[in-house]
Structures are given as C-alpha cells and as structure tokens.
C-alpha cells in the first residue's frame, strides 16, 4: 500500500506524479476525494482500493463512493497511528501479567505513565484477544 500525504488534493497529484504507482492495488490518501485525483488515480494506476482517513470519508460524497464502487474502485475508512510511537509503550506490553504498581517498582518508569499505557493496552481488542486464544 502507498501512503500519499499532502495538504491539498493537487499536491497529492503532483506527489503522484513524481512516484511511480506500478502495479499497487492500494493507496492512502490523507485528504478529501476531488475530481482530479479521482481521474489522475484512474488513468495512471491500477489502483483497486482507495483509503481515506475516517474523517475525510464521512464527509465524501456517497454520490461519489457509489459511482466509484460501480467503476471497480472501493473507498473505505483506515484508522492511521499518528505521532511519535511510545517507547514507554513496549515496555509495559512485556509486563503485562503484572499489575500496574509492580511494573512502575520494576521499569523504574512513572505509575502515572505506566497505568496510562496499562489501561489503554488492556481495552485494546488486540490484547483482549491475544488473551483469549492463549484462554483456549
């Protein structure tokens, strides 16, 4: 998959251009659908699946997603990671069979920070359900 960011749909085009597309099915793009790159994907790509962050995709036109399904072209929403990945993070997934205070007293890192990325590594469904097959 290509990831293509820029700040306005002919950017991304100009972006296009100096890429080179070749047989990806894939793409990113990081701003609303318009025309143009709409036609530009369609003559110099094989391009299958377009992905729009959730945002840019709820305020697409449906008019606009139903022609391009038509065509062949499927539109769909991608939740991207953006920022700075967390080093704290990986640190807390190893000792996730402890609790919170235990993995502060053993990594020496902040208890605040560590039930912080604790909690959001627990309700996330990756975790719950790597928990569940090794359960099985």
Do not use: F
């Not at 990806?24 to 793009?29: A, K, L, V």
């Not at 190893?94 to 235990?102: L, N």
């Not at 020496?108 to 099985?136: A, F, P, Q, W």
């Amino acid at each position: 998959m290509i990831e293509v960011r820029g700040k306005s749909p002919k950017e991304i085009i100009e972006k296009l251009k100096k890429m080179e597309l070749g047989g990806e099915d894939e793409i990113y793009i990081n701003t609303e659908l318009s025309k143009d790159l709409i036609i530009y994907l369609l003559e110099n790509s094989n391009v299958n699946t377009i992905y729009l962050p959730p945002s840019k995709y709820r305020r697409t036109k449906k008019k606009l997603i139903n022609a391009l399904k038509e065509i062949g072209l499927t539109v769909k929403s991608l939740k991207v990671r953006v920022g700075r990945p967390s080093k704290n993070r990986e640190i807390v997934t190893r000792y996730m069979d402890k609790k919170p205070w235990e993995i502060s007293r053993i990594t020496g890192l902040n208890l605040k920070t560590v039930e912080y990325h604790y909690y959001k590594i627990k309700n996330n469904s990756e975790y719950k359900d790597r928990k569940n097959k090794n359960n099985i």
